[in-house]
T-cell receptor, first 107, second 118 residues
Framework: RKEVEQDPGPFNVPEGATVAFNCTYS??????FFWYRQDCRKEPKLLMS???SGNEDGRFTAQLNRASQYISLLIRDSKLSDSATYLC????????FGAGTTVTVRA | ETGVTQTPRHLVMGMTNKKSLKCEQH?????MYWYKQSAKKPLELMFV???????ENNSVPSRFSPECPNSSHLFLHLHTLQPEDSALYLC?????????????????FGAGSRLTVL
């Protein structure tokens, strides 16, 4: 089983829609979690950190389910600029990356 | 300059060439990393340095040779690479290693060096 697994997508959604996707992790001792976004041919940039049950930042909400070992990212009122690949990162005393979920928001 | 800067941004080299990638961080961080990113695959950790001492070598072939002269600079020396080594090489830094629950282990990435080996 991979340490961090993500649905690769792509998720194609219209502007204004809500989109959500999950990231599962294998190590139950994982301490903290991060969502990074990576635009095409650019570097990953931190979107959100998750240390407890979840976090919310504007239109973005991350939720952690330790019992089922997954974190989710929900994007409300999608904008064209939200089109990117979203990387899930898990800290179990090392940082393990998922392969990313691609989201495309269309006009 | 601010953040993490990488040079060159693009590099094309033959299998017999020797080249180097350079990374510099202006964030006052103590830990620096090299990652390899290939299409549709997760980032692969290659090397980790903490206070300029190597703390992790993730079974990387010896044709990749890192160098960390100080906490702000990191190099990746390349020698006799293979075509399958073509990828985006990302440098990153963090205030400290991800050894505990802390916001200080958040990574800041450079823009990457896109390497093509012919």
């Amino acid at each position: 089983r991979k340490e961090v697994e993500q649905d690769p997508g792509p998720f194609n959604v219209p502007e204004g829609a809500t989109v959500a996707f999950n990231c599962t992790y294998s190590n139950s001792a994982s301490q903290s979690f991060f969502w990074y976004r990576q635009d095409c041919r650019k570097e990953p940039k931190l979107l959100m950190s998750v240390y407890s049950s979840g976090n919310e930042d504007g239109r973005f909400t991350a939720q952690l389910n330790r019992a089922s070992q997954y974190i989710s990212l929900l994007i409300r009122d999608s904008k064209l600029s939200d089109s990117a690949t979203y990387l899930c990162v898990v800290n179990d005393y090392k940082l393990s990356f998922g392969a990313g979920t691609t989201v495309t928001v269309r006009a | 300059e601010t953040g993490v800067t990488q040079t060159p941004r693009h590099l094309v080299m033959g299998m017999t060439n020797k080249k180097s990638l350079k990374c510099e961080q202006h964030l006052g961080h103590n830990a620096m990393y090299w990652y390899k990113q290939s299409a549709k695959k997760p980032l692969e950790l290659m090397f980790v340095y903490n206070f300029k001492e190597q703390t992790e070598n993730n079974s990387v072939p010896s044709r990749f040779s890192p160098e960390c002269p100080n906490s702000s600079h990191l190099f990746l020396h390349l020698h006799t690479l293979q075509p399958e080594d073509s990828a985006l090489y990302l440098c990153a830094s963090s205030q400290e290693l991800p050894l505990r629950l802390s916001g200080a282990n958040v990574l800041t990435f450079g823009a990457g060096s896109r390497l093509t080996v012919l």
